[in-house]
C-alpha cells in the first residue's frame, strides 16, 4: 500500500460581508463544513482582528483562516473553487452594487509572520502585499470587484498568536430581527465559566456578546480557553437563549494588544479638555483621551502640567495617539511653601527672589513642598475598547 506523505494547506478569507449586512465569520464556517463534507481535515481555525484604522472597513475588521491536512491538494483547489464560485456568482454577475471585496487565499505553507505584524499595526498597500506573495506558491480567488481582502486573508494565515492569544465561540442565527440573548444567562455563564473574558460590561451591567448590525451572528463568547469559551455556548443554549444554526471555536488575537507600539513615556506640557469632555494632551506626543473612555478620560482630565505619564496608544493618521491605557508615573500634588523654623510658613517674595518668613524674617530659596501621587493603570470600560485591546485584567499573560 501506497501512502502518500499528507501536507498542510493554509486557507485565508476576508472581505465577505456587505458591509453590516453579512459576516465573514458566517462565510468561513460554510466554507469549512464544505472542506469537511468533501473529507478535508481542518485543524486550527482562527478569527484574527486587523488594524483598527484601515480604511473602507467595517468596525471589527476580522479576517479567517485554519490549516487542511490532506494528501490530495489538487482535490482540495477544486473544493475551493466550487465553493468560491458558488458563493460569489451574483457578486461576478454584476447585477448590483458591491463594497465588498471577498478574497480567498490558498497556500502551501504558513505564510512569513511579518506580514501579520505589517497588517495588525499598520496600513498595506494591495500592491505591496501582491509582491510580498510572487515569491510564495498560492491561489487566490477574487471577484471583479476588488481584491482588497487579501490584505486580511494573508495577515490571518500569516498570524502565529505563539506569544499571547484568546479564543472566541462565535454562533450564527437563522433569522434576523432582534436577538434573543437575556442579559442574566450571560451573568450565570460569566460566574460558571470564570475562563470567560469581556463578555459583560460590568460598569454599564450590559452583556457584550451580541452585536447590534443585521448580521448573521447571534454572540460571540470570548475566553482564555477552547473549553471555557464552548462551556459557556453550550450552557447559553441550554439555558434559554436563542438556539443558533451552528457555532465554531476559534483562536484569535483579540485582547492581546498586538496592534499596540511599546508603552509610550512623557510629562504633560499641555491638556485642553475639548468640548464633549474629550481631553487632548501634549506630552511631547499628541495624545487624546476620548470623552466615552470612563475612567481613562477621567484620569486625563484630572492631570496637570508637569504631570509625568505613561501610555499605550494607536497613533492615527493625523499623529495623534488614541490613548488605550493611561498612568500617572509621579504627579506633584497640595504644593505647598516649606514652613519656617519658627512655625510660620514661607511666602514667596515675587518671581525670582527667594521665600521670606512673614513672622521671623528669615529668608529661603523658591521651593516647594509637596506630596508625591502615583496611579494604577486606568483603561476604558469594557464597552469602548478594541476588540484587540488587552484588558488590565490580562496584562501578565505574555511579555508586555
Ligand atoms: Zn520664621
Known amino acids: 500500500m501506497i501512502v502518500e506523505a499528507s501536507s498542510t494547506f493554509w486557507i485565508g478569507l476576508d472581505d465577505t460581508d456587505e ?18 463534507s468533501n473529507g478535508f481535515f481542518i485543524t486550527d481555525p482562527r478569527l484574527v482582528r486587523l488594524w483598527p484604522f484601515a480604511p473602507q472597513r467595517t468596525r471589527g475588521n476580522a479576517a479567517l483562516s485554519a490549516a487542511v491536512i490532506t494528501t490530495k491538494g489538487d482535490q482540495l483547489e477544486s473544493a475551493l473553487d466550487d465553493w468560491f464560485t458558488n458563493r460569489f ?21 504558513q505564510l512569513p509572520v511579518q506580514m501579520y505584524w505589517d497588517t495588525v499595526k499598520n496600513h498595506v498597500d494591495l500592491g505591496d502585499r501582491l509582491v510580498e506573495l510572487d515569491s510564495i506558491e498560492h491561489r487566490l480567488w477574487s471577484t471583479h470587484v476588488g481584491r482588497s481582502g487579501l490584505i486580511g486573508a494573508s495577515a490571518a ?8 492569544c484568546t479564543w472566541e465561540c462565535t454562533a450564527w442565527r437563522a433569522k434576523l430581527g432582534p436577538r434573543k440573548v437575556p442579559e442574566i444567562v450571560v451573568d450565570m455563564m460569566c460566574k460558571k465559566y470564570p475562563k470567560t473574558i469581556l463578555n459583560r460590561d460590568p460598569n454599564a451591567s450590559r452583556s457584550l456578546i451580541a452585536p447590534r448590525t443585521p448580521c448573521p451572528v447571534l454572540y460571540g463568547i470570548r475566553g482564555e480557553s477552547r473549553d471555557a ?31 499596540l507600539d511599546t508603552m509610550g ?21 499628541y495624545l487624546l483621551a476620548f470623552a466615552q473612555g470612563g475612567p ?12 509625568e505619564i505613561e501610555w499605550y496608544g494607536l497613533l ?75 484588558p488590565l485584567s490580562r496584562m501578565g499573560n505574555a511579555e508586555d
Request: a negative charge; proline letters at 2%.
Open 157 to 164: 494565515i500569516a498570524w502565529r498568536g505563539e506569544h499571547d
Open 19 to 36: 458591509r453590516e449586512h453579512g459576516c465573514t465569520t458566517f462565510d468561513f464556517n460554510d466554507l469549512v463544513l464544505h472542506l469537511q
Open 229 to 259: 469559551v464552548l462551556g459557556g455556548h453550550n450552557f447559553l443554549q441550554e439555558n434559554g437563549v436563542e438556539q443558533s444554526i451552528g457555532h465554531r471555536a476559534h483562536r484569535t488575537n483579540q485582547a492581546t494588544d498586538d496592534h
Open 265 to 285: 513615556s512623557g510629562v504633560v506640557l499641555n491638556l485642553e479638555v475639548m468640548q464633549g469632555g474629550h481631553v487632548k494632551i501634549d506630552a511631547g506626543k
Open 89 to 109: 456568482s451574483d457578486l461576478n454577475a454584476g447585477l448590483e452594487l458591491h463594497s465588498a471585496e471577498p478574497v480567498l487565499l490558498l497556500t502551501s505553507e
Open 316 to 390: 492615527d493618521n493625523a499623529d495623534t495617539i488614541h490613548l488605550e491605557k493611561l498612568r500617572l508615573a509621579r504627579g506633584k500634588r497640595n504644593m505647598k511653601r516649606p514652613v519656617c523654623e519658627c512655625g510660620s510658613r514661607y511666602k514667596s517674595r515675587g518671581k525670582c527672589q527667594g521665600l521670606k518668613c512673614p513672622t521671623c524674617g528669615s529668608i529661603e530659596d523658591d521651593i516647594w513642598d509637596f506630596e508625591v501621587q502615583i496611579g494604577d493603570w486606568v483603561e476604558p470600560f469594557a464597552s469602548f475598547r478594541r476588540h484587540l485591546s488587552k
Open 296 to 307: 481613562l478620560n477621567s484620569l486625563a482630565q484630572s492631570l496637570k502640567l508637569g504631570d
